[in-house]
């Protein structure tokens, strides 16, 4: 497994702090977020899944959450000023991204969008986040997450 992808590459040139980390990727877990925990022995609220979504069916739209909560859609939309919002499919998640599911980091992918962040990741003191590859995790500090992607904080869980 390459420990250079797009995101470590992004993270890196930001002058950004984060350590790498690799697990056994499971594709038949029932929960990639939660499946990483587990493989890290960390707490799920400290594992963070970063999920694509479209607001108001045209605006892409990454959230960040802990991997053992998931998103109000009506929240999320909310939080950036639109009226609905919905999962995206993961054939365009992977468009969008330039990474394939369960391996979508929030840095470096192919067409950076808005990012929401879940108000409670900021609570701890390092968090994890996927590398941008299947069975790869960057462990960083939240506020650190939160001022490289210009990320908006909001209470998104449901």
Do not use: W
Not at 62 to 85: F, H, N, R, T, Y
Not at 97 to 109: A, D, H, L, R
């Amino acid at each position: 497994m390459s420990k250079v992808t797009p995101a470590t590459r992004a993270l890196t040139a930001a002058g950004v702090g984060f350590t790498i980390h690799a697990y056994d990727y499971d594709p038949e877990a029932e929960s990639i977020g939660r499946q990483a925990a587990a493989a890290l022995s960390e707490d799920p609220a400290r594992v963070l899944k970063t999920l694509m979504a479209l607001v108001d069916g045209k605006s892409s739209v990454c959230v960040i959450v802990p991997s053992d909560q998931e998103v109000s859609m009506k929240k999320l939309a909310a939080a950036v000023s639109g009226k609905s919002a919905q999962m995206m499919k993961p054939p365009e998640a992977e468009r969008v991204t330039g990474y394939k599911v369960g391996g979508i980091s929030p840095f470096g992918q192919r067409k950076q969008v808005g990012t929401v962040i879940e108000q409670t990741a900021l609570a701890h003191d390092l968090v994890y986040l996927n590398g941008g590859q299947r069975g790869l995790q960057v462990r960083m500090k939240p506020t650190d997450v939160r001022d490289a992607l210009k990320a908006i904080v909001a209470d998104v869980i449901a």
